[in-house]
Structures are given as C-alpha cells and as structure tokens.
C-alpha cells in the first residue's frame, strides 16, 4: 500500500514524500526580483517532496503581473539563489515554473507602452493583468488586443524559455516546469479557437498547434537535460477566454505522447474541469472525460511521472496513486496557509483556512505569519 509519504525517485532526484506543493502566483516581490522574505516562504514549506515556484517570467515581454520574480537578470537570478539555497538547507527540492502570459498583459507592463504578444491577435474577453492604470495606480487592467508574433519572433521566444531554464539552474534550483496551463502563451498556440496563424505553428493542423510547445521542450532539454524540464497542463481549462474545442483530447494525448518519447522528470495535470473534487464515483465528478484521459496519459508515459493538482485529499490521492493513475500529489491553496501540511496530512491535524483577502500583494501578511500547528495548545 503506497502511501503520500514515502519517498519518491523523481528521474534520480530522490524526494522526502510524494507531496508536491503546487504554484501559485503570491505577488509579494518588489522589483520583480525574489528576496529574504520569498526564501523564507518556500523555506516554511520545504517539507513537500517537490516545491514548485510562483509563475517566473522569462522575459519582460512574457509578464502579465507586476511583482513576481522574474528569471532574466543577474539580480534575479541572485535572488532565486537566496531561495533555493535557503530551501536546500533544510533538505527541499525545487523547480521553476518558466511563465510567459502571452496576451494576458498590459502596455504597462511591456516597456515603451508596446503591446502583449500571443500566437493570436485575439483578445482574451474581460481578462484582467496587473499593471498600471492610466493615473499610473497599480491595479487590475484590462487587456488590449495582442500583437501576433512573427515566425522569427516565435522562434526567439523558445531561446527566451532555453535561456530562462539556464538560469533557472545558474540560481539553484533543482529543474524547471514549463507553465503551459491557465490561459498564456503555450495554450494560445494550442488552442484552434484562438490560434489564427497562417506559418507552421498556425491551427491548421494539430501538428502545426503543437510545435510551439514541442519545440520549446527541446530546447529547454537541450540546456539543462531531460530530467530536470518538467511542463504543466490543463485539459478542459477555460481561464482566460480558453474556448473548449473537439480536439481537446486529440491534442492533449498527442501532446503527451511527444512528451513520453521525450523522458521529462514529470507532467503536471490541472484540474479545471469545474467540480470540486475528484473522487471517482461521487455526484461532484461530473466529467467523465477526465478520468479516461489521466489514465491515457499515464499509458503515455513510462518514464515520467504524472502530477495531478486540484481537487484533492490525502484519501483520494493515495487511492489514485495506489490505483497507478498518478504518481504524485500536488496541493496549492493548503499549502498558503499551513506551511506545515505534509505533517497536518499524516497526523490527520486540521487545515487551517486562507484568507482570500491576503492571497496577493499584502507583505508579509498572509504569506509567511501562517503558523505550523502545535497540537500541546489543544491538548491542555
């Protein structure tokens, strides 16, 4: 019987349990650059099996938010060095998410008020980034229309992504996960209802639709090896004005496939399917379609490990690692307020509840005064 906490070969990087702490953007760094009090939030945590970071822009033109830590400066990759090398001392592992939004930014954001780019010239409908209003107030803005790149832009991109893994590793972290999930740039190829290209990453053809991506998990493989490039996706994710289309499984299985031929350390399934848990059986599992598409994927992928986010429990994770569907388990909001969950979850100890109105931009507040749970203070 398997269980979240044992210990986990992750393509020979042993991990302490099978529990992974999932990204989530926390907008928390001033000027873009990680700093002491990031390193100690990852710290806090650095009992998970795997930590993966916050979205990591990897270029200026790849953000879509204001204060979260970017990948494409010496400072940057100084202040990602004082996060890992804090998290390793207390024997963590942990990865980079690559991020680059595509057309979920603003002219704010950009430099010399250019806009976003995207594989598309669509907007992405009622979409929010966070920059800067026309009085110069940092808030949610509305995104404009992107500007579609060029072939040769495309291309720079994918060195953008090689380039941002090199220095992912130049600053110590342990791999990288490319964020291809949540609406950005790797979906807005991959998408046929909002890719409208005409060169050979167009939709006309579902090869065409996965070059992109593809092409960006070889370079990334080719920098830093196979075993440390990771990517995250997101069958059935409508975020951002992502239309669901026909092809959503063809694409996602034809994706994995690849991916599986390519040996990455792991892929990282997002639960956006709209139910709140996914307990097979129960009234709330509502898409069928999800189950038989893990399943496929982990067919796909004899040497990669599989990663599924949302909607879990200790239960339910361990039956469906048990049950050989997924691998490992990966938690998001638990892990803001109980730095301590992988000791909650194996004593059976209450989550403590988040509060919403901290999750962004709030200092230290809600990011690293949540405390572990001291079990003597309910015991007297």
Not at 22 to 42: C, G, H, K, S, V
Not at 210 to 232: M, P, Q, S, Y
Not at 289 to 311: S, V
Not at 344 to 370: C, E, S, V
């Amino acid at each position: 019987m398997k269980t979240l906490f044992e210990p986990f070969n992750l393509s020979g990087a042993m991990l302490q349990n099978r529990i992974v702490m999932a990204p989530m953007t926390r907008a928390r760094a001033a000027n873009d650059i990680a700093d002491e009090q990031t390193a100690l939030y990852y710290t806090q945590r650095a009992t998970a099996g795997l930590i993966v970071s916050e979205g990591t822009p990897i270029s200026r033109q790849g953000q879509g938010y204001l204060l979260n830590p970017g990948i494409f400066t010496a400072a940057q990759i100084a202040g990602g060095r004082l996060t890992t090398d804090s998290a390793h001392s207390v024997g963590g592992k942990i990865f980079a998410q690559l991020w680059h939004v595509g057309r979920v930014s603003h002219s704010s954001i950009q430099g010399d008020d250019a806009l976003p780019v995207s594989a598309s010239s669509k907007a992405a409908k009622s979409a929010m980034a966070f920059g800067y209003d026309q009085n110069g107030k940092s808030g949610p803005v509305p995104v404009p229309a992107p500007r579609q790149l060029s072939t040769n832009e495309v291309e720079d991109v994918i060195r953008q992504f090689a380039r941002a893994a090199e220095n992912a590793i130049k600053a110590g972290f342990d791999g990288v996960e490319i964020h291809g999930a949540n609406g950005y740039l790797h979906e807005q190829f991959l998408n046929p209802r909002v890719n409208d290209r005409t060169d050979r990453y167009s939709a006309e053809s579902l090869q065409n639709r996965l070059r992109f991506t593809i092409d960006v998990i070889d370079a990334i493989t080719n920098a830093i090896g196979a075993e440390r490039t990771d990517i995250r996706l997101p069958p059935y994710g409508q975020l951002f004005d992502m239309l669901l289309y026909d092809e959503i499984n063809e694409t996602y299985t034809a994706l994995v496939g690849a991916i599986g031929q390519r040996k990455l350390a792991y892929v990282h399934i997002m639960n956006q399917t709209g139910f709140k848990r996914i307990d097979k059986g129960s009234e709330e599992t509502n898409h069928g379609n999800f189950f038989a598409l893990l399943e496929t994927f982990k067919h796909f992928l004899p040497h990669t490990a599989l990663i599924l986010a949302g909607g879990l429990t200790r239960n339910i994770a361990e039956k469906m690692i048990n049950n050989n569907i997924i691998d490992l388990a990966a938690f998001g909001v638990p892990y803001i307020s109980n730095p301590d969950l992988v000791a909650r979850l194996k004593n059976n100890w209450p989550i403590a509840d988040a509060d919403r109105n901290t999750f962004y931009g709030q200092h230290a507040i809600g990011y690293i005064d949540y405390p572990p749970y001291k079990p003597q203070q309910y015991n007297k």
